[in-house]
Structure formats: C-alpha cells, structure tokens
C-alpha cells in the first residue's frame, strides 16, 4: 500500500520544520515494509533510499505566494494524483491538510500557538492557519502531537475531537548534534566570538519574550549574548533595543551552531509558549548548560536537564545564568519517532 507524505517546506533553511521534516524522511528510509511516496519540491535531491519521490508543481501566477492561493493548487493535484496512481493514506508533517483528500489521513502537529499566540503571525497567515488548523484537526484519521503539552491543547482548543485518535510523537534529536564540534570549528568560532557568552537561538516573535532576556543580560555586564538567528524577522517580529553586552550573528550552519553551543556559557530558552523545543536539546547534545523558561512543555520535554525559571522575571533569568551547570541530556531518537508513525500508518491501513 502507498503512503504519500507531503514535504513542500523540506526547502527551507534552519527552521524547525524543516528540521523535523528531513529527520523524519532519514528514520522512515530505515523502514522497508510499507511503500512511502514523499511529494518534493521540484529539482530537490536529497531524498533517502528507497522513499520514492513525487515532484510537486511549480506554483506561479497570481496568488501563488498566498497560503491559500497554494494549498488550493496543491490540492488539486493531489486530486489528480490519486486517480493517476492511486494511494491509501496521506501524511501531513506540519500542522495542516489539503482539501478533499481522497484517502484517510495521518496529522503531525507540532504545537497550536495560532491560537494562543495569533499575534506572532503576519494577519495573512495567521487569518489562514487560524481556519485550516482546527478544520484539519477534525477531519484527520490520526494526529501525532509532538508532546503531552500539545495533546492537551488540542483537546482543549478544538472542540469535537476524541482524544482515542492522538497519540504523541516525540521528535528526535539528529546524532549531528551529540556528536562533539571538532577543535577547529570552535577555534573557528572563537574568532567571531571568544569572550564568555550566553547563546539564544530564534526570532524576535512575541511569544520568544527576547525582551527579558535583554533586560537580564543588563545584570550581567560581564557576559556577552549572541543572538542566533536571520535579523529575528519571523512573523510579526518585535523591534529590540539591545544592551551594549549583546550582538546578532545572524544566521549560522549547523556546523558554526553547533561550535556555538559548545563554546558558550549556556544556552537561553525564555520562551513563552513551545510544542516541543529543538534548540534547547541541541545546546545539551552539547554538553552546554540550559536556562529555560519554566512552562508545561519545556518541563515535559526538557526534564531534569534544564535549569527552570520564571520567564518573566529578568533578575531571575540572569541569576539562573550566573550559576548555570549542565547535567544530563535527555534522550529522543528519530527510530522512536519513526516507530510512532509507522504504528499509526499501520493502523489506519489495517482497519
């Protein structure tokens, strides 16, 4: 039986989607006992053996840029697909269906902060995730919840669904991440920045609340904050005032993140609200001690490995900084993810 997993965004650069997305194809590639067509950007090559590639059309004319204006020409295709070829079941990895699918279907979503957090969005995107999110939610077979956290959300904030058909999917962690920066990388990056650092990856959106860590950094003249991430412009991002200890690096590789975790003092996590929370895992593959937010989520997910505080207190946060000591790291693997997944395939398969 065919499976079709939807990747328009695998594309994009350092996002956790895009993350979560090409971990998820390399675990299913370990997987041979069901057939697993993956829909692709055209020209795309880094697809893992034996997942077979379905390109995507290229979308162009008016309103090819909208949300709306995509999701429409996609799923017409998908139409046009599946009585071309034929499948049995569709996955979605990031939060939302297509239109009219023929087939039962497999949701992966990683948090629901259109609804909690709407200002973090531009008005077009959030107008459109705010109605398709709920809708897809209600339609799908199945949903994987990326935490407990989640799980709970959903329940809470769409009405009419049975929590019999989420089962939570935690992501892996990618192996890059626990395997040590080589001396040269972080001499490297020594260059840019060798002076005792606090680390924080992101966007400048609301609900990263970057605002207190600024305010806590004020109390630690001694430490410098590097701030990771491209001009912190996602959405709709807030205008910062940064202290004079404070820089932008912009954005990194992988490579130059992962020498930035290792050679920092620790690593910040103010956050408001999450799904589940890459950065801070990748800091502690790293050995790098965590400051984060204390949340529902991010106790979930981080565990006794992080150091928790109340975000909005910014003389809390730099006090959790000062004194800062990595312990554990917690362990999440893409084989279990991809054990979830493959369960939920074989489920709606099988019925």
Avoid at 70 to 75: A, M, Y
Avoid at 98 to 103: K, Q, R
Avoid at 107 to 113: C, G, K
Avoid at 322 to 335: I, N, V
């Amino acid at each position: 039986m065919r499976v079709l997993l939807h990747c328009p965004f695998v594309l994009a650069e350092n996002t956790g989607i895009t993350r979560y997305i090409k971990g998820l194809l390399q675990a299913l590639a370990a997987h041979s006992d069901i057939e697993i067509h993956c829909l692709i950007p055209p020209g795309w090559s880094g697809l893992p053996d034996p997942l077979k590639p379905i390109e995507l059309p290229t979308h162009s004319g008016g309103g090819a840029g909208h949300p709306l204006g995509r999701l429409l020409r996609e799923s017409a295709f998908l139409r046009r697909l599946h009585k071309k070829q034929g499948f049995a079941l569709f996955h979605s990895p990031f939060g939302y269906l297509p239109f009219s699918l023929p087939t039962p279907s497999v949701l992966t979503v990683p948090d629901l902060r259109i609804l909690r957090w709407p200002q973090s969005f531009s008005p077009l995107r959030g107008a459109f995730l705010r109605a398709i999110m709920p809708r897809s939610i209600r339609q799908a077979s199945h949903i994987l919840p990326m935490s407990q956290f989640t799980k709970r959300e959903i329940l809470a904030l769409v009405p009419g669904v049975s929590s019999e058909k989420l089962t939570v999917a935690y992501p892996g962690v990618d192996t890059f991440w626990s395997t040590p920066a080589s001396p040269q990388e972080r001499s490297e990056f020594r260059q840019r920045l060798s002076r005792d650092f606090v680390l924080a990856v992101g966007t400048s959106e609301p609900h990263k609340n970057l605002p207190a860590l600024l305010e806590a950094m004020e109390k630690l003249p001694e430490k410098k904050l590097a701030l990771v991430g491209e001009t912190f412009s996602s959405g709709r991002s807030q205008a910062l005032t940064l202290p004079p200890n404070a820089c932008i690096l912009g954005r990194l590789t992988d490579t130059e993140l992962r020498a930035a975790y290792a050679e920092a003092s620790a690593y910040c996590f103010p956050s408001l609200y999450e799904g589940f929370g890459y950065p801070p895992l990748e800091a502690l593959a790293q050995s790098c001690p965590v400051v984060a937010a204390d949340i529902p989520v991010l106790r979930e997910v981080l565990g006794t490995s992080a150091s928790f505080v109340d975000p909005r207190d910014p003389a809390g946060l730099a006090a959790a900084l000062q004194a800062a000591r990595y312990d554990s790291t917690p362990a999440y693997t893409w084989q279990a993810h991809a054990e979830t997944v493959l369960a939920a395939y074989r489920a709606i398969l099988s019925s």
